[in-house]
């Protein structure tokens, strides 16, 4: 088992940015790839960044240039830096973690990000 809990979410004005992070626990060696999903109001869950077990990154085109993903594995962390936010980044930000040589894979309840003035 692997628990998931997000953090970081908040209001935030267009143009600022944000720092959300991803802790997990449990049998966290078993963790494979993580990624960041995000899930607008009216909208279907989509990709926003992922990260490989040894580090390669993608990026929707949504979230290049503005958005950096990245793993600390002494911390057990994930975290998602967006910059130059804007309002249709509006979202409930969900971790996710796929799990090495199985189909299993863990959801957080996510973080609610905002970004209005």
């Known amino acids: 088992q692997v628990q998931l809990v997000e953090s970081g979410g908040g209001l935030v004005q267009p143009g600022g940015s944000l720092r959300l992070s991803c802790a997990a626990s449990g049998n966290i060696f078993s963790i494979n790839s993580m990624a960041w999903y995000r899930r607008a109001p009216g909208s279907e869950r989509e990709l926003v960044a992922s990260?490989?077990?040894?580090?390669?990154?993608r990026y929707a085109d949504s979230a290049k240039g503005r958005f950096t993903i990245s793993r600390v594995y002494a911390r057990d962390t994930m975290y998602l830096q967006m910059n130059s936010l804007k309002p249709e980044d509006t979202a409930v930000y969900l971790c996710?973690?796929?799990?090495?040589?199985?189909?299993?894979?863990?959801w957080g309840q996510g973080t609610q990000v905002t970004v209005s003035s």
């Open positions: 996710h973690a796929t799990i090495i040589n199985s189909d299993r894979d863990y």
């Open positions: 990260i490989s077990w040894g580090g390669s990154t």
